[in-house]
């Protein structure tokens, strides 16, 4: 999922104000950090395996003077989770250096890599930036025309920031799969991955970059180079940010989006009504929904589990070993709370069922009578190729069990989702307005053969 931020304003600390901008984008990747400045003349990157506040030191900050910067905040869907692969990408050649942000993931990274490299252009890494980056930068012309390039011949999703040694560009996939904002910091652009990231800075949200969309910031202002005529795409934002991804305080497709998950939580308990003493969420990410299902249903809302806020996301660890050791850190059930009560749980997703089921154990064992499962997303059944590292769909439980079934695997009383009309209805918009591939099955470009991250075999199938 990855979060990019950038800013141009050559009167004020961009380094710091991008630091400040990963801060509140670390919940879309937290495997490796970087940030690279340009002052005019030159670029200056830093990158490293780990989290912003560990990559990032003042006498860092202190070194990353200059006009313009981009930050990114990276996990891995193409390309291992190694140095090499942390981002933003730095690129040269001969009278051009360049570096690029980049979330989302792209389709056609094979047929890219090996055309590339019958041109003999070579790559350092093994992620599908360095594609992007290596596209902009081998052509001749400006790094607007190298972008318009790049965008010619990616598909896939892709939300990203480039710079050179003078100027900043924001640019976004026809689709819009990926979100990508702009804000204005007194007169001077910030792009982000997520609103949450302009307020941390001080910035008010203008407006999105729209799919397909280009935004040039240099010295001469900001300019808008919308999508090739011609080319015009469905709009297909990705619904997950919606149900999980994306902060609760962030607002997209002008959604606030804590208020989007409380309604997700109301409709699904008029749609799974259960006979209960408590709800409790599953935190962070299960709060909004569970605070609706409570209002709604009229049972009380009560914290059942403690969260350890110093343990990242579970979901988002590369390995699956380091989740179930990422869970055992991450929450502690209140045994006075749960004791000889009859409980909803309320998440957000169930994506392989094994944190769930581990979840279940631990409430049980704290003296839960009943533990009733309530999702606030339909099931996921086909895995994501445009950036969330979900799994194949061999791993998705609900491509492979009914819901009865789930429910008896994860020993759960009961367990019921949350309808795609629900869902519709929460967010306010259907498959006219997002990507729901994950829950129907149905890709708005056409995707490769494998959602592996160190795949290069992608070959092009049939849209369904």
Known sequence: MCGVFGIYAPDRDVARLTYFG???????????????????RRITAVRE?????????EATLQTLQGIAAIGHA????????????????????????????????????TEL???????????????DTEVIAALICEHAGTLLEGVQVALSRIT??????????????????????????????????????????????????????????????DADGVRFIPMTPGTEHQQALCVFEFIYFARPDTKLDGVHLHGARERMGERLAEEAPVDADIVIPIPDSG??????????????????????RYVGRTFIQPDQALRELGLKLKFN???????GRRVVVVDD????????RKIVQMLRQAGATEVHLRISSPPIISPCFYGIDMATKEQLIAAQLSVDEIAAHLDADSLAYLSLDGLEAATGHGDERYCRACLTGRYPTVVPTSADKGRFEATRLPVV
């Open 113 to 127: 890599r090996e055309s590339l490299a019958a041109d003999g252009i070579s790559f350092e890494t093994t992620s």
């Open 22 to 40: 990963l801060y509140a984008l670390q919940h879309r990747g937290q495997e490796s950090a970087g940030i690279a400045v340009a002052d005019g």
């Open 74 to 109: 990276r996990y891995s869907t193409t390309g291992s989770s190694q140095w090499q692969n942390a981002q933003p990408v730095v690129r040269h050649r001969a009278g051009r250096t360049l570096a690029l942000g980049h979330n989302g993931n792209l389709t056609n990274t």
């Open 156 to 217: 896939g999703a892709f939300a990203a920031v480039v710079i050179d040694e003078t100027q900043l560009i924001g640019f976004r996939d026809p689709d819009g799969i990926r979100p990508l904002v702009l804000g204005d910091l007194a007169g001077q652009p910030v792009l982000a991955s997520e609103s949450c990231a302009l307020d941390i800075v001080g910035a008010t949200l203008v407006r999105e970059i729209a799919p397909g969309e280009i935004v040039v910031c």
């Open 49 to 57: 395996l780990g989290l912003v506040s560990q990559v990032f030191d």
């Open 349 to 356: 997703s169930i994506v392989r069922g094994t944190t769930t």
């Open 287 to 308: 709060a909004p929904a569970a605070q609706g299902y409570a209002r709604r249903s009229g049972i009380p809302y009560v914290d059942g589990l403690v969260k350890n």
């Open 333 to 339: 059930p209140m045994p006075d709370v749960l004791a």
